[in-house]
Nanobody
Framework: QVQLVESGGGLVQAGGSLRLACEAS????????MGWFRQAPGKEREFVAA????????SYADSVKGRFTISRDNAKNTVYLQMNSLKPEDTALYYC?????????????????????WGQGTQVTVSS
């Protein structure tokens, strides 16, 4: 069973930046797509960003396009989420997740049910 551990959350002013990291245990990190999701208080979990197993294909929610960048370092078993120009509405608990299907070649990552392993989350709070 893979373990995912997020880090990098914190409190930042609007317009600021944070870089989240998610380190995975095990040897098979490099063959799975990885995603970031978030959940704000009183709201449903929502898709933020994802990348395929190589990092060569990425997908973003419209609300973060142009501000957030997902990347991965397979040698370090780590996926990152660079968040720039943060807004108060980005405040949420951010989770990383591993896709269920190895070497998934599709382009649809928005459904959290396609991800089978989840981290505990890291809190991001953006003050106005």
């Amino acid at each position: 069973q893979v373990q995912l551990v997020e880090s990098g959350g914190g409190l930042v002013q609007a317009g600021g930046s944070l870089r989240l990291a998610c380190e995975a245990s095990g040897r098979s990190f490099s063959i799975y797509a990885m995603g970031w999701f978030r959940q704000a208080p009183g709201k449903e979990r929502e898709f933020v960003a994802a990348c395929n197993w190589s990092g060569g294909s990425t997908s973003y929610a419209d609300s973060v396009k142009g501000r957030f960048t997902i990347s991965r370092d397979n040698a370090k078993n780590t996926v990152y989420l660079q968040m720039n120009s943060l807004k108060p509405e980005d405040t949420a608990l951010y989770y990383c997740a591993r896709h269920r299907i190895p070497l998934y070649s599709g382009s649809d990552y928005a459904d959290g049910r396609d991800f089978g392993s989840w981290g505990q989350g890291t809190q991001v709070t953006v003050s106005s």
